[in-house]
């Protein structure tokens, strides 16, 4: 027996449909509404303060960076280990020198690992600007360690160059420097933000040494006589390092000293302020870099008597972060006024 039409069970099941394919179909309740099937509207997202900063966006290069470090500073822990034995078994001062190296390298990668991951964290009240420079202070311990075991290493490879009194297991050295090079290439991570970098300069002057006392093993292999090879090799690739670690101290001190962040100069910032509707001057602009991935700016704009501050404060926040990528933006709006011109505090800074 059929359900009477127009009731709510005909409007739902067509039997005349389950003669023809074997099942049932389902009607929609609202059969004349062409929005039966419509997705839901999207959530209306909360309205944004004009002084909050972006929303924040994924870092994948920070996540890929600590995996990267953590899986180099496993590998260092376990071939430095290799090495020690390697290198007593040889007597061999390059490729102890080289497994010192691989003990400041997992010293440095766990000071950037641990950097990273604080300066996750949000800011307190006593840590307002939260915990970013930890970045930078792990890359200056970092660089400060390369610079306490190389000055070791040189001091003992000038020893044993002076005293000759030592003896090379050729074979031995071959393979423990051999199998170094390949663990510092795989074992290299990618250069990216300052501490990662400060790693990776660590991880460069170890393969670089390994690829030195590897030439020097083969040479004391071929003529055991040339043994002098192998404090000449430590000398020759730790000046290197150190070398090497000057553009990171650069960033370091630059960041340290509240210096203005590479790429973004002042007089820029400063057209491009003078450029908002209404900006007639602006003084105490202060530019500086919690890291030298995350740059702040503060100043105060002065502005004609009908500019509207609301308008102001608004163009100008915007024009800080997408011109220059500003992290942290402070502007202060306030009247402008003729004695500006002839005030000593309101003049830019020497160049």
Same mark, same amino acid.
């Given at each position: 027996?059929?359900?009477?039409?127009?009731?709510?069970?005909?409007?739902?099941?067509?039997?005349?449909?389950?003669?023809?394919?074997?099942?049932?179909?389902?009607?929609?309740?609202?059969?004349?509404?062409?929005?039966?099937?419509?997705?839901?509207?999207?959530?209306?997202?909360?309205?944004?303060?004009?002084?909050?900063?972006?929303?924040?966006?994924?870092?994948?290069?920070?996540?890929?960076?600590?995996?990267?470090?953590?899986?180099?500073?496993?590998?260092?822990?376990?071939?430095?280990?290799?090495?020690?034995?390697?290198?007593? !078994? &040889?007597? /061999?001062?390059?490729?102890?020198?080289?497994?010192?190296?691989?003990?400041?390298?997992? %010293? #440095?990668? +766990? =000071?950037?690992?641990?950097?990273?991951?604080?300066?996750?964290?949000?800011?307190?009240?006593?840590?307002?600007?939260?915990?970013?420079?930890?970045?930078?202070?792990?890359?200056?311990?970092?660089?400060?360690?390369?610079?306490?075991?190389?000055?070791?290493?040189?001091?003992?490879?000038?020893?044993?160059?002076?005293?000759?009194?030592?003896?090379?297991?050729?074979?031995?050295? !071959? &393979?423990? /420097?051999?199998?170094?090079?390949?663990?510092?290439?795989?074992?290299?991570?990618?250069? %990216? #933000?300052? +501490? =990662?970098?400060?790693?990776?300069?660590?991880?460069?002057?170890?393969?670089?040494?390994?690829?030195?006392?590897?030439?020097?093993?083969?040479?004391?292999?071929?003529?055991?006589?040339?043994?002098?090879?192998?404090?000449?090799?430590?000398?020759?690739?730790?000046?290197?390092?150190?070398?090497?670690?000057?553009?990171?101290?650069?960033?370091?001190?630059?960041?340290?000293?509240?210096? &203005?962040?590479?790429?973004?100069?002042?007089?820029?910032?400063?057209?491009?302020?003078?450029?908002?509707?209404?900006?007639?001057?602006?003084?105490?602009?202060?530019?500086?870099?919690?890291?030298?991935?995350?740059?702040?700016?503060?100043?105060?704009?002065?502005?004609?008597?009908?500019?509207?501050?609301?308008?102001?404060?608004?163009?100008?926040?915007?024009?800080?972060?997408?011109?220059?990528?500003?992290?942290?933006?402070?502007?202060?709006?306030?009247?402008?006024?003729?004695?500006?011109?002839?005030?000593?505090?309101?003049?830019?800074?020497?160049?």
């Amino acid at each position: 027996m059929e359900p009477p039409t127009g009731t709510e069970s005909a409007r739902l099941v067509s039997p005349r449909a389950g003669r023809n394919d074997g099942s049932l179909r389902l009607k929609s309740l609202f059969a004349g509404s062409p929005d039966a099937l419509a997705p839901p509207p999207p959530p209306t997202l909360a309205p944004r303060c004009c002084c909050s900063p972006l929303a924040p966006h994924p870092a994948p290069g920070r996540l890929q960076a600590r995996r990267q470090l953590g899986v180099a500073c496993t590998v260092c822990c376990l071939f430095m280990v290799g090495e020690v034995i390697g290198g007593y !078994l &040889a007597h /061999s001062l390059a490729i102890m020198t080289d497994a010192a190296h691989l003990l400041t390298d997992v %010293g #440095s990668m +766990s =000071v950037s690992l641990f950097s990273l991951w604080v300066s996750t964290r949000p800011p307190t009240k006593t840590m307002s600007f939260g915990w970013h420079r930890s970045e930078t202070l792990g890359a200056l311990v970092s660089v400060l360690s390369i610079w306490v075991v190389t000055g070791a290493l040189v001091y003992l490879a000038a020893a044993r160059i002076i005293s000759n009194d030592y003896e090379i297991e050729a074979r031995a050295m !071959l &393979a423990t /420097s051999a199998s170094a090079v390949g663990v510092n290439l795989v074992q290299a991570p990618l250069p %990216g #933000s300052t +501490s =990662v970098r400060a790693a990776f300069v660590h991880v460069v002057g170890d393969l670089l040494q390994s690829i030195g006392v590897l030439v020097a093993a083969t040479i004391i292999y071929i003529k055991p006589q040339c043994k002098i090879a192998d404090p000449i090799s430590t000398l020759f690739f730790s000046v290197f390092v150190l070398g090497s670690t000057f553009t990171i101290l650069k960033d370091v001190f630059r960041v340290l000293m509240e210096g &203005a962040p590479r790429g973004i100069e002042f007089d820029r910032v400063k057209e491009a302020l003078l450029g908002v509707t209404g900006v007639k001057g602006t003084h105490d602009l202060h530019l500086w870099a919690l890291t030298p991935s995350h740059p702040v700016v503060s100043v105060h704009v002065a502005v004609d008597a009908s500019a509207d501050a609301e308008a102001v404060l608004r163009e100008a926040s915007a024009r800080l972060r997408h011109r220059f990528g500003f992290a942290s933006c402070t502007v202060q709006v306030e009247r402008h006024q003729e004695e500006m011109a002839a005030c000593q505090h309101c003049w830019d800074p020497r160049a």
